[in-house]
C-alpha cells in the first residue's frame, strides 16, 4: 500500500500568492483530513470529509482557506491569498469509517509551506 | 468537550532509561485511545492504542493501557533508545462527530542522549 500520497512535499511562495495543496487518501478510505502543525499553535485540525462531503470546517482559519474533495481519490487544500502566518507543515490524514475498529487515522508525510 | 491533556515536554532521558509520558483524558462515552510518533521531518505514525477500558496497547516496547477509572493512557517503555527520539501524541476519537475524529495532546517531545 502506498499510503497518504501529498505533493508538493515543500512549497516555497511569496505573500499574495495562491498556494495549492494535494492529497491522495489510501484507496478504500472513505474519511480524510486536513492538519496544520506550527510550533506556535501544535497541531490543528483544519477540516475533514467523509464521502467526499465536507462535515466540519470549523478549523479552517479564514475565507482565505478553502478545501475540496472531488472524487474519493483526490482532494485539494487551497490558500488565496496567502500570507507569512501560513507558514506551517500542512498534514494530509485519511481513515476507513464505519466501524469502531477502523479508527486509527493514517497521516502523510505532510508539506513544508514557506510564505514570504 | 472532549480534550487530551499530556505531560509539557520537552523530556529528556539517557539510553536505557524508563520512560514514562502522561496522558489524561475528558470524554463523554468511551472513546478509543491512541498515541501516535513523529519522527523528525515526518508525519505521525500510529504507535499504539487500546479501544476499550483495562485495554493495554502495546508497540516496538511501548505499551499504554486505557484506565477509565483514572481517565488516564500513559505512555511508558522499560528502556528507551536513542531512536525513540521524538514528538508523541496522546489522542482520542471523538465519536459524537460523525466521522469520528481524534481530538490530538499538545504533544511532548522526547530526546534520548547516548
Known amino acids: 500500500d502506498a499510503g497518504v500520497i501529498q505533493s508538493p512535499r515543500h512549497e516555497v511562495t511569496e505573500m499574495g500568492q495562491e498556494v495549492t495543496l494535494r492529497c491522495k487518501p489510501i484507496?478504500?478510505?472513505?474519511?480524510l483530513f486536513w492538519y496544520r502543525q506550527t510550533m506556535m499553535r501544535g497541531l490543528e485540525l483544519l477540516i475533514y470529509?467523509?464521502?467526499?462531503?465536507?462535515?466540519?470546517d470549523s478549523g479552517m482559519p479564514e475565507d482565505r482557506f478553502s478545501a475540496k474533495m472531488p472524487n474519493a481519490s483526490f482532494s485539494t487544500l487551497k490558500i488565496q491569498p496567502s500570507e507569512p502566518r501560513d507558514s506551517a507543515v500542512y498534514f494530509c490524514?485519511?481513515?476507513?469509517?464505519?466501524?469502531?475498529?477502523?479508527?486509527?487515522?493514517?497521516f502523510g508525510p505532510g508539506t513544508r509551506l514557506l510564505v514570504l | 468537550g472532549n480534550s487530551v491533556t499530556q505531560m509539557e515536554g520537552p523530556v529528556t532521558l539517557s539510553e536505557e532509561a524508563f520512560l514514562t509520558i502522561n496522558c489524561t483524558y475528558t470524554?463523554?462515552?468511551?472513546?478509543?485511545l491512541f498515541w501516535y510518533v513523529q519522527y523528525p521531518g515526518e508525519g505521525l505514525q500510529l504507535l499504539l492504542k487500546?479501544?476499550?477500558?483495562?485495554d493495554k496497547g502495546s508497540n516496538k516496547g511501548f505499551e499504554a493501557t486505557y484506565r477509565k477509572e483514572t481517565t488516564s493512557f500513559h505512555l511508558e517503555k522499560g528502556s528507551v533508545q536513542v531512536s525513540d527520539s521524538a514528538v508523541y501524541f496522546c489522542?482520542?476519537?471523538?465519536?459524537?462527530?460523525?466521522?469520528?475524529?481524534?481530538?490530538f495532546g499538545q504533544g511532548t517531545e522526547l530526546s534520548v542522549k547516548p
Open positions: 490524514a485519511s481513515r476507513a469509517s464505519g466501524r469502531t475498529d477502523q479508527e486509527t487515522q493514517y
Open positions: 484507496s478504500g478510505h472513505n474519511s
Open positions: 470529509f467523509n464521502n467526499n462531503v465536507p462535515i466540519d
Open positions: 470524554a463523554t462515552g468511551y472513546p478509543s
Open positions: 487500546a479501544t476499550k477500558a483495562d
Open positions: 489522542a482520542l476519537s471523538d465519536r459524537d462527530n460523525q466521522g469520528g475524529k481524534l481530538i
